[in-house]
C-alpha cells in the first residue's frame, strides 16, 4: 500500500474543492460520527462568543453545509443578515437545501445568503459585516495568513472574528488515544460512511501541516487582530481562537 501525500500547494484548492463535492451529501452524518455529535457544542460555544446584535451582519466563512450559518440565523429575536460563504457548490448545495427544510417548519426571521467565493479573496467590502466565524476551514486553504487578513478586513473595528478548528491534546494520557482515533478510525469512518477513505485520510494529514495555538495566535495579530485569546475545547483536540478586527 503507498503511503497517502497531502497534495502540493499548487494543487491543493483543485483537490480540497474536489474533495468537498464529492463528500458533501454524507458529510453532516460523517462529521457527527467523526466529532461524536460535539461539533455542535462548538459550534454553539463560538456563536456566543460572537455576542450576535440582533441585527447585525454576521459571516461564515467556509460555510460547507450551512450548520452553523443556520445556527447564527436562528439566534433568539435576531433578524440581521447572515452570509454562508464556500467555494463548493455541491456543500452550498446542502446548504441552501437545509435552509429550504428549515423554512417550511420554523419562522427563520433572518436574511440568509449563500455565496460562493474564495476564503483568501473575499468578495465583500471593507467593514461590512459585524463579525465573522471560520469553522474547520482554515486548515483548507492554502494561504491560511489570506483567509485570516481578509476576515480582518471585512468585519468593522472591534467585531469578533473566531476561528474554530483542530487543536493539540493537552493531557498527556489522553493523547495517544486521539491521534490512534484521528489517523487509524477516521478513515475508516469515512470509508464506511461515504465509501471515501481518501477525504478522510486528508482530515488527519492536513491536521498535521496545520500551525499550533500559540502560532495562530501569531497568525491573528499579524492580520492586525486585538485582543486575541483562544481556549482548548474536547481536551485540547479543538481550540477556539478569538480575535477583534482592526
Ligand atoms: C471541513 S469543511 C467545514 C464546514 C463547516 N464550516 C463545518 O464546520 O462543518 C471545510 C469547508 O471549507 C471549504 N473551503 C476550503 N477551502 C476554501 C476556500 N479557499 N474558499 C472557500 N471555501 C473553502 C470547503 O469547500 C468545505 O466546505
Redesign the pocket.
Known amino acids: 500500500m503507498t503511503a497517502y501525500k497531502l497534495p502540493p500547494t499548487d494543487e491543493k484548492?483543485d483537490y480540497?474543492?474536489q474533495q468537498?463535492n464529492r463528500i458533501a451529501k454524507g458529510y453532516d452524518l460523517t462529521?457527527d460520527a467523526i466529532s461524536l455529535g460535539m461539533?455542535r457544542a462548538w459550534k454553539h460555544k463560538a456563536i456566543k462568543s460572537l455576542a450576535i446584535k440582533p441585527q447585525g451582519k454576521y459571516l461564515d466563512v467556509?460555510?460547507?453545509t450551512g450548520?452553523?450559518a443556520m445556527l447564527m440565523a436562528k439566534q433568539p429575536n435576531f433578524n440581521g443578515e447572515i452570509t454562508g460563504?464556500?467555494?463548493?457548490p455541491g456543500?452550498l448545495a446542502v446548504a441552501k437545501e437545509r435552509e429550504n427544510q428549515t423554512r417550511k417548519t420554523s419562522t427563520l426571521l433572518a436574511n440568509l445568503s449563500w455565496v460562493e467565493?474564495?476564503?483568501?479573496t473575499l468578495p465583500f467590502a471593507d467593514n461590512y459585516f459585524d463579525g465573522a466565524i471560520i469553522?474547520?476551514?482554515l486548515r483548507?486553504?492554502v494561504d491560511l495568513q489570506a483567509g485570516l487578513n481578509e476576515m480582518a478586513r471585512v468585519v468593522k473595528p472591534g467585531g469578533k472574528v473566531i476561528n474554530l478548528d483542530l487543536g493539540q491534546p493537552t493531557t498527556p494520557l489522553f493523547t495517544p488515544l486521539f491521534f490512534f482515533f484521528f489517523d487509524r478510525i477516521v478513515p475508516l469512518i469515512g470509508l464506511a460512511l461515504q465509501q471515501d477513505k481518501q477525504a478522510y485520510t486528508y482530515l488527519p494529514e492536513s491536521r498535521k501541516k496545520y500551525p499550533p495555538p500559540e502560532k495562530l495566535t501569531q497568525m491573528f495579530k499579524q492580520a492586525g487582530m486585538t485582543d486575541v485569546q483562544w481556549q482548548p475545547l474536547a481536551i485540547g483536540s479543538v481550540a477556539m481562537h478569538i480575535g477583534s478586527a482592526p
Open positions: 484548492a480540497v474543492l468537498f462529521n461539533h467556509c460555510t460547507g450548520d452553523l460563504l464556500d467555494f463548493s456543500m467565493g474564495n476564503a483568501e469553522s474547520f476551514g483548507n486553504l
